[in-house]
């Protein structure tokens, strides 16, 4: 079973430029969830998606942060436009109905805002 | 969510058993306990998830007191591969509710395995 597909692995952009993720969840699955992981902490969840609606966006930065699940698959996150302090690891998780006691993640996608 | 408190970290000898403490004295009755673990450079893997008895699987045992206020993950015989951040989590995920679960990740427990 292919596991969760990020693109890219790394990114390096200057502040105030834009930059876009993409996650491919495992096949099936309903929930994909995004999360924001700054060095030495844990990660901290940014949105969720049940299909192609959102369940949960309370502590995406509305302002800067959007993301979208087209027909309930792929995922996009984009930060317009960076600021220093989005330097982290970006990383997206699945789960389905069938397994929901238990969530898949990426590898993450690794930020530098310089 | 309900809150986790776990160690800084922790160290443990290549081949000996470990044991990573959790407490959790706000939970729920219906709160699972999650642990996921995060190997350097990749993103967190399930471990393995409880809600009142002892859960034993391929990688890690949980014994959860008999209160619920406290959990452990052993390890039986730790390899170079377990150095990781451990995290305890406490969720609503593998109850009845899907779609609205998700896991609030602490800061973890970082092991580390002495050759």
């Known amino acids: 079973e292919a596991g969760v597909a990020q693109s890219p692995r790394y990114k390096i952009i200057e502040k105030r430029q834009s930059v876009a993720f993409w996650c491919n969840p495992i096949s099936g699955h309903a929930t994909l969830y995004w999360y924001q992981q700054i060095l030495g902490q844990g990660p901290k969840l940014l949105i969720q998606?049940?299909?192609?609606?959102?369940?949960?966006d309370s502590q995406l930065p509305k302002d800067r942060f959007s993301a979208e699940r087209l027909k309930g698959v792929d995922s996009t996150l984009k930060i317009q436009p960076a600021k220093l302090e989005d330097s982290a690891v970006y990383l997206c998780?699945?789960?389905?109905?069938?397994?929901?006691?238990?969530?898949?993640f990426g590898s993450g996608t690794q930020l530098s805002v310089l | 969510d309900a809150k986790t408190t776990q160690p800084n970290s922790m160290e443990s000898n290549e081949e000996e058993p470990v044991h990573l403490p959790c407490n959790h004295s706000?939970?729920?009755?219906?709160?699972?306990i999650h642990w996921y673990r995060q190997l350097p450079s990749q993103g967190p893997e399930y471990v393995i998830h409880?809600?009142?008895s002892n859960v034993n699987n391929r990688m890690a045992s949980l014994a959860i007191a008999e209160d619920r206020k406290s959990s452990t993950l052993i390890l039986h015989r730790a390899t170079l591969r377990d150095a990781a951040v451990y995290y305890c989590?406490?969720?609503?995920?593998?109850?009845?509710?899907?779609?609205?679960?998700?896991?609030?990740f602490g800061t973890g427990t970082r092991l580390t395995i002495i050759p």
């Open positions: 409880g809600l009142t």
């Open positions: 998606f049940q299909n192609n609606g959102v369940v949960d």
């Open positions: 706000t939970i729920s009755g219906t709160d699972y």
């Open positions: 998780a699945s789960s389905s109905r069938d397994k929901n006691e238990k969530l898949f």
């Open positions: 989590i406490l969720s609503l995920l593998g109850g009845l509710n899907f779609g609205n679960e998700k896991l609030t």
